[in-house]
């Protein structure tokens, strides 16, 4: 089973968190080594968090960030628990996500995810 992405470097991923569901193309971000990050206005409103992860950014800024439970699917793999992040101007899938799979990055043009 794999699952192709011709929008590289993204994937579409759905979310399940807070009971709403999600469905978002998502930056695959070798460099994050958590799940999941989606900006706060997407998921925050009003509602509490889990709690709070400290993060260094790739500026080297500290922050710590409101994280929630929550599920992914990526296509038509078994859905998994992961921590989504509310933080950053954009969905980004981290090594957290990533490394449950063979990533493929083909030239530049598209990704393959496969298990």
């Known amino acids: 089973m794999s699952l192709t992405s011709s929008r590289f470097p993204y994937i579409q ?7 709403n569901i999600f469905k ?5 971000d070798t460099g994050f080594d958590g799940d999941v990050t989606v900006p706060p206005e997407m ?13 260094t950014l790739a500026s080297g800024t500290k922050v710590n960030a409101p994280y929630f439970l929550g599920k992914i699917k990526i296509g038509k793999f078994k ?3 992961v921590l989504i992040t509310a933080l950053g101007d954009e969905p980004l899938v981290g090594r957290g996500v990533t490394d449950k799979f063979k990533v493929i990055f083909d030239h530049g043009r598209k990704v393959v995810i496969e298990l």
């Open 13 to 19: 991923v759905i979310l399940r968190v807070l009971n």
């Open 24 to 28: 978002v193309e998502a930056l695959i």
């Open 43 to 55: 998921i925050l409103n009003g509602k509490s968090p889990r709690g709070y992860l400290p993060w």
């Open 79 to 81: 859905p998994f628990n």
